[in-house]
């Protein structure tokens, strides 16, 4: 871990959320670490702080396992995104983020802002299979070794001919946007258009991960500010003191 | 287990607590200082003293003394103690009940006598909002009534202050502030005792496994989470750390910042808080109560107590970076930031930056080492002492002492890779400019500036110019017999010459370049050397290396005197001297003359003359040897340029010597220097038949002339053609191109008259329409400008009768608006605005008024 910036107070919250096996870690370590390589399931929970600007970004990958489930809603706590990710050759994964996952937001910022994002693109885009950056690669198979043996059902390992297996569209993934922003009862065309809150991505190739994760940066920037300028800080703030009685005053008079 | 955090240290053996009594075990402990109180299951609160000493061998060791040992009276084992040191009392739940005792006498206390009754647990808090030290607040968990109390308990009294209901039946609980941490039988929350407001946490199953709620600092507690997760959870209910990774079967857990130790069924591991990495593993059976006291971290077994004593951090971050763990090491460091004092933390810190940087920089992490040297504000020398032979001689630096590193110098930790030598050397190349950019090399910048030097010259590197050329502190005599093993010679002689020994310098080039060394650094060394000369400023030295410049090569070599700066020539480096001294190199001397004469524009008569007849011998001598032609046309055209354009050569006497040549065109150019208009135009006309120069002969002479000069010229140029003494009569066809070219240099009048009959209309009619043309348009423009200047008298005369107004009247029933006298007489002065006043008022305001006071009139200010 690179970061100096461990003791630094974070500004901002984004969490992962999403099934067990669907690449949340290896989407957060290609963009952290710029590379692809083996991770093990995740217990409980990690995470990263990112340096944006003046800010600091912290981004929390979750467990996906079953047996971790009840602590998700602790780290969606206050937070201002929250990335939902299923993987694009298994429907499943796009369901459990409905039935599981949703009710997880709940203790988000009520303006916390969702994406939908569908990893492991390489499997079936073929453009999504193409280096973005050639680095090195160090795991050959895809994300989530470790989970291998707690999922039967896991596919098997990638074929060298991609363009085969998408089970979930990207349309699907827009309906499901649709419903998240019903759910939480937000009015579809003051949101962020699903179009732009959509995305498919690889983990393994790094397609599309830049764009998904500063794109939201951007996004959260507002909250931001606002927590800022919003804090009640327990710092009295002479200036702002003297500026009141002045206009107080000149209303008694 | 990249860490020794904590080492186990019995502190109460078995015999000593129970001895050989098989059923006795321990439920639990209270460490306060030295005190350390242990409840056993028979009922029994037993006291040590607990002294802490180092063992001849330098380890840390424990002896217990039993104080005392007080039976309660009861069958039940005793569940829970807590001291309240500044009471001087020991809480104690046994039986469901907790009673206070005298933490000495461990009697109860007489006036007390206040019991809590049918309590499940309880906890102290540490962080309490009332600031009475003479009470302690406890929250106690009832054993059926799903409720929470928080007591009061003081020297003498207990007195309960709140009671808050739980939606479910509590087993555990932790207290910081009006928050009370809990964990209920299905899941953990928050709940403020004073707002009432609550914050679920997450669930679990207290059924399955003992819950584990640990206050670690300010409203920051920590939750054994299902999964045998360790969950940092603040009172708002928000994780700040990511967890600890546990095993399943964690019994309980202490903090020692800045770890999170925990227990379970066969070892002690140590997690740390900054990145949640297991850091040691102890093995230890049967574990069974684990707590931290003050700082110091209890273990216990049913039957004995050991301490868990943690290692000093340096000593930990020293053992991180023998097993070269950097970033655990910083980590560890920075984390305890809080904990050390300022200054002796930065000490610590650089110090450990300036390791961490070594350690990377034998791993040839070359960006990271840059990083943590500069973060550790390396003294650089440290980095430059590890390659061989690069610190100067001279300098004083000695390392650091404990060393920094293992390395004995680069050779050592190469190995002998001279690949690896290579990219080190690269390396300290690219820091020591760096730190030469910031103001990193301050008090050792001859070190720096010669190791890299020294770095350049090895590596061949094309900076060494640069470094040598620029402002640097590179010591002379350490770096000279270096740079000559590495056959920089040029390099050498731009040291000599940043130090002053010019002489040195070139005596080097010299030899370079007349080939005595070798070293190609420069092909166009001889050019620089003459630049360098032209630009030296000792006098002497040009003079000493003059003439081998010269001689190597006129046409280059004049360029010492050439280039130099005007305001050098000074001294012995006057003109003069100078062309004195180029008499032996003519083709040098011409050089500098034209340098002198048309670069310069030096305005004396001497340089110009010398010019002129060198370059006339020139021509002459090349005429003579049958050179090509185009040879002896450019030489001419030197010469005849220069006889137009320079006007301070001494004519007569060029003339006389060119008077018996062939040089005609010349010839005309003096006379017209003479004045001698006519015999340069017959020279052109009748000799040389080259009318289109003549045309221009009277156009430059004329040049800086006025139109009647011109007009002369043109009507003698003229007059040469029609001169009817001369033989050969196409020069009629030339006079009449010349009228029709230049009607405008002819007064058309004079020309008319001086025409031959016999010359049709048609002939001249361009010159007479442009004549006629000139004519009217001259009297065109006079009348326009009459006119003009007849409006503008207009409007000046309107202007005036305007500025003077109409009249004004003057009469004896009229005051003067200054003294309001009436006007007895005509006279008068008018004010600005028409306003009428004495002329003696008006004479007397002028003199008081200082505004208006005429200044040509000082004497009046008496």
């Known amino acids: 871990m690179p970061e100096y910036a461990k003791m630094k107070k974070p500004d901002v919250k984004l969490v992962i959320l999403g ?98 994002v569908g990893n492991k693109a390489d499997l079936t885009d073929p453009e999504a299979g193409l280096k973005e950056e050639e680095e090195e690669e160090e795991g050959e198979e895809e994300g989530g070794e470790g989970e291998k043996a707690e999922r039967p059902a896991r596919p098997p390992p990638t074929p060298p001919s991609p363009v085969a297996r998408r089970k979930v569209h990207r349309e699907d993934a827009i309906a499901l946007y649709g419903r998240i922003l019903r759910y939480k009862m937000l009015d579809e065309r003051a949101s962020l258009p699903a179009e732009k809150m959509c995305f498919e991505t690889s983990a393994k190739t790094g397609y599309n991960v830049d764009l998904l994760f500063e794109t939201l940066f951007d996004m959260v920037l507002p909250s931001i500010l606002k927590k800022r300028s919003g804090n009640d800080s327990p710092t009295v703030d002479l200036e702002e003191c003297r500026g009141a009685k002045r206009t107080k005053a000149g209303c008694c008079s | 287990m990249s860490v020794k955090a904590f080492e186990l240290v019995p502190a109460v053996e078995r015999e000593l607590l129970m001895g050989d009594k098989a059923r006795i075990t321990i439920e639990c402990i209270e460490c306060c200082g030295k ?23 330098g380890k840390m060791a424990f002896s217990a003394q039993r104080l005392l040992q007080k039976y309660l009276g009861l069958k039940k084992p005793v569940n829970e103690l807590k001291a309240a ?40 808090n540490e962080n309490p909002v009332n600031g009475d030290p003479f009470c302690v607040e406890i929250g106690v968990i009832s054993a059926k009534r799903r409720t929470v109390h928080i007591y009061m308990v003081y020297e003498d009294r207990v007195q309960m202050v709140k009671e808050v209901a739980t939606p479910e039946q509590p087993c555990a609980l932790s207290l910081d502030g009006y928050f009370l941490c809990l964990a209920l039988s299905t899941q953990y929350m928050i709940l403020n005792y004073s707002t009432g407001a609550s914050q679920d946490l997450f669930p679990y199953d207290s059924e399955e496994k003992k819950p584990i709620v640990k206050r670690i600092g300010r409203e920051e507690f920590l939750l054994a989470a299902p999964g045998g997760l360790g969950m940092f959870a603040t009172a708002e209910g928000v994780s700040q750390r990511a967890p600890v990774n546990w095993s399943e079967s964690v019994i309980g857990a202490a903090i020692s910042f800045p770890y999170v130790v925990a227990l379970d069924e066969g070892f002690v591991t140590v997690h740390s808080m900054l990145d949640q990495q297991l850091k040691q593993t102890l093995s230890f059976r049967d574990g069974h109560i684990l707590q931290d006291f003050e700082g110091k971290v209890v273990l216990a077994s049913r039957k004995a107590v050991y301490v868990l004593v943690p290692l000093p951090l340096e000593r930990q971050i020293q053992d991180l970076l023998a097993g070269h763990h950097v970033e655990e090491a910083l980590t560890l460091a920075e984390g305890a930031r809080r904990n050390i004092p300022k200054d002796k933390f930065q000490v610590m810190h650089r110090r450990i930056l300036q390791q961490a940087g070594f350690i990377q920089f034998g791993q040839l992490q070359f960006l990271e080492a840059k990083e943590h040297f500069r973060k550790g504000q390396l003294d650089v020398r440290e980095l430059i002492s590890l390659y061989p032979l690069l610190l100067p001689a001279s300098s004083t630096f000695t390392r650091c002492h404990p060393p920094l590193h293992e390395f004995a110098d680069l050779n050592h930790l190469a190995q002998g890779d001279q690949e690896k030598v290579q990219r080190c050397k690269l390396f300290l190349i690219s820091y020591l400019r760096e ?28 900076s060494l110019l640069d470094l040598l050329a620029s402002d640097n502190a590179c010591l002379l005599a350490d770096s000279a017999p270096w740079l000559e093993k590495h056959h920089k010679y040029f390099a050498l002689g731009l040291l000599y010459h940043y130090n002053g020994q010019d002489d040195a310098a070139l005596q080097l080039w010299v030899q370079i370049v007349d080939g005595d060394l070798q070293d190609s650094t420069r092909s166009d060394l001889y050019e620089y050397v003459v630049d360098f000369l032209s630009f030296c400023s000792k006098v002497d030295l040009v003079w000493k290396y003059a003439d081998w410049a010269i001689h190597k090569d006129q046409k280059v070599g004049v360029q ?25 190199y003519p083709q040098a001397l011409v050089l500098y003359l034209e340098h002198l004469v048309l670069d310069r524009r030096i305005q004396k008569e001497k340089f110009h003359t010398h010019l002129a007849v060198l370059y006339l011998d020139r021509v002459l001598s090349l005429s003579q040897s049958e050179a090509p032609a185009q040879q002896v046309m450019e030489a001419r055209e030197q010469l005849q340029c220069l006889l137009r354009e320079s006007s301070l050569y001494r004519v007569q006497l060029l003339l006389g010597r060119i008077q018996d040549t062939e040089l005609l065109r010349e010839r005309a150019t003096l006379h017209g220097k003479l004045e001698e208009h006519e015999q340069a135009l017959h020279i052109l006309v009748h000799q040389l038949k080259d009318f289109p120069s003549a045309e221009e002969y009277c156009l430059w002479m004329s040049a800086s002339q006025d139109l009647g000069y011109r007009q002369r010229l043109f009507h003698l140029l003229l007059g040469v053609y029609l001169d009817p003494d001369v033989p050969g009569g196409d020069c009629t066809v030339a006079a009449v191109d010349l009228l029709n070219r230049h009607s405008e240099a002819f007064d058309a009048e004079h020309v008319l008259r001086l025409l031959p009959e016999g010359w049709s209309l048609q002939l001249l009619c361009p010159f007479l329409s442009g004549a006629l043309r000139g004519t009217m348009h001259a009297r065109r423009t006079a009348q326009v400008a009459l006119g003009l200047a007849r409006a ?55 003199k008081d008024s200082p505004r208006k006071r005429p200044s040509t009139n000082p004497s009046n200010h008496t």
């Open chain 2, 560 to 584: 010492i005197f050439t280039r130099r700066a005007v305001n050098d020539q000074t001294g012995t480096m006057t003109p003069d001297a100078i062309t004195q001294y180029l008499q032996k």
């Open chain 2, 435 to 462: 730190v030469r950019s910031t103001d990193g090399a301050n008090g050792c910048r001859e070190d720096v500036d010669t190791a890299l030097l020294k770095l350049y010259a090895e590596a061949n590197h094309e």
């Open chain 1, 19 to 116: 099934d067990m096996n669907v690449g949340k870690t290896s989407l957060l370590h290609r963009y952290m670490e710029r590379k692809f390589k083996e991770t093990i399931s995740t217990v409980g929970g990690a995470f990263f702080l990112k340096q944006w600007g003046p800010y600091n970004i912290s981004i929390w990958d979750t467990a996906g396992r079953e047996q971790f489930h009840g602590l998700g809603s602790m780290y969606c706590r206050g937070a201002a995104a929250i990335i939902l990710t299923y993987d694009v050759t298994n429907w499943q994964s796009l369901v459990e983020l409905e039935d599981r996952f949703l009710s997880l937001t709940d203790t988000a910022n009520s303006d916390c802002i969702f994406a939908v």
């Open chain 2, 35 to 57: 005190h350390l109180y242990v409840g056993t299951n028979d009922c029994i609160i037993h006291h040590f003293l607990l002294e802490e000493h180092t063992t001849p061998k």
């Open chain 2, 792 to 846: 503008e008298n207009l409007q000046l005369k309107h202007d005036r009768l305007k500025w003077r107004g109409g009249p004004i009247f003057v009469s004896e029933k009229k005051g003067c608006q200054l003294c309001h006298n009436t006007f007895t007489e005509a006279d008068c002065v008018c004010l600005p605005g028409g306003v009428p006043v004495h002329t003696h008022c008006a004479a007397h305001r002028a």
């Open chain 2, 85 to 124: 040191s500044a009471l001087e009392r020991l809480i104690v739940l046994c039986d469901g009940t907790i009673s206070v005792v005298d933490m000495v006498t461990l009697e109860a206390v007489p006036s007390g006598g206040a019991r809590i009754r049918g309590v499940l647990s309880f906890c102290v």
